[in-house]
């Protein structure tokens, strides 16, 4: 019905930055919200940040400050700009998005596959 995908994950030292891109396609219509989620070894899934349709951001208390989401409405593409990488934001980052089957309207919630970022001390 709809996929995500990520890109721009990568290596860094503590400090450094990445941008991560993500592009939803498919049969979808009003992907609203959109956001990132992340995942290290033995932790939960966390939230990072999100975006909605009108521009609205929210961020985890761990990275305000330091990271930046923002989306192309037009493209269905979502960005994590992420500045100032510490070696606590290594994880897994997932994307997600919430949308409507299109013809149906049926409620989705979509996962991107992942995308792994590793920030060396």
């Known amino acids: 019905q709809g996929k995500l995908v990520e890109s721009g994950g990568g290596s860094v030292q503590a400090g450094g930055s990445l941008r991560l891109s993500c592009a939803a396609s498919?049969?979808?219509?009003?992907?609203?919200?959109m956001a990132w989620y992340r995942q290290a070894p033995g932790k939960q899934r966390e939230l990072v940040a999100q975006v909605t349709d009108g521009g609205n951001t929210n961020y985890a208390d761990s990275v305000k400050g330091r990271f930046t989401i923002s989306r192309d409405n037009a493209k269905n593409t979502v960005y994590l700009q992420m500045d100032g990488l510490l070696p606590d934001d290594t994880a897994v980052y997932f994307c997600y998005a919430g949308a409507k089957h299109w013809p149906t309207y049926k409620d989705v919630e979509i996962w991107g596959q992942g995308t792994l970022v590793t920030v060396s001390s």
């Open positions: 498919g049969d979808i219509v009003m992907v609203d919200p």
